[in-house]
């Protein structure tokens, strides 16, 4: 199984400055095919459902501001906030959709400073 | 609009049964996959299962293995998870997930709360 660990457990920014979260998969999760990796980042605020916002590590969905992205590395990614605003108070989860079991990672608490 | 609407949880004793329904709104289940993800009180989230939509296979982890099984009805627009031998562990609050066009976990339902407990 690929495990997914994520980083870190929680993190604490100031308005208006970059917040950045990190996943590692244990193993590619790149498919040849398309040369894409099938990593998600999700959103999930307090008595809500996560919400999706980037899959594919690095497209952004529909409708979420363009000041989240994500990016990748091998078996490196990163989802960035540019400017945090006080809206992104959440728990931020990355999962991987590549080979099941489609793990998530643990999770990431962001506050704010 | 896409919509995902849960049902079917509630409080059941340890070694019981349920059965959960998705039912699915603004579009049509056999063109997508679904997922079924938990997440237990104050806990991130867990991938269960997943249902192909092209063969109806279905994959699931191995924690529920054997003890859950997913189905769908085409004629209703609903997917269903059964879960059997429930166990205290299983206390949680499920959600269905469709896909996206490209496969990623996308649309997310509301979730419903499943209590195992005596």
Known sequence: ?113 | EVQLVESGGGLVQPGGSLRLSCAASGFTFSSYWVHWVRQAPGKGLVWLSRINSDDSSATYVDSVKGRFTISSDSAKNTQYLQMNSLRDEDTAVYYCVRTNRVGAPSYWGQGILVTVSS
Do not use: H
Request: glycine fraction near 6%; proline fraction near 6%; hydrophobic fraction near 30%.
């Open chain 1, 1 to 113: 199984d690929i495990v997914v660990t994520q980083s870190p457990d929680s993190l604490a920014v100031s308005l208006g400055e970059r917040a950045t979260i990190n996943c590692k998969t244990s193993q590619s999760i790149l498919y040849s095919s398309n040369n894409k990796n099938y990593l998600a980042w999700y959103q999930q605020k307090p008595g809500q459902p996560p919400k999706m916002l980037i899959y594919w590590a690095s497209t952004r969905e529909s409708g979420v501001p363009d000041r989240f992205s994500g990016s990748e590395s091998g078996t490196d990614f990163t989802l960035t906030i540019s400017s945090l605003q006080a809206e992104d108070v959440a728990v931020y989860y990355c999962q991987q959709y590549y080979i099941p079991p489609f793990s998530f990672g643990q999770g990431t608490k962001l506050e704010i400073k």
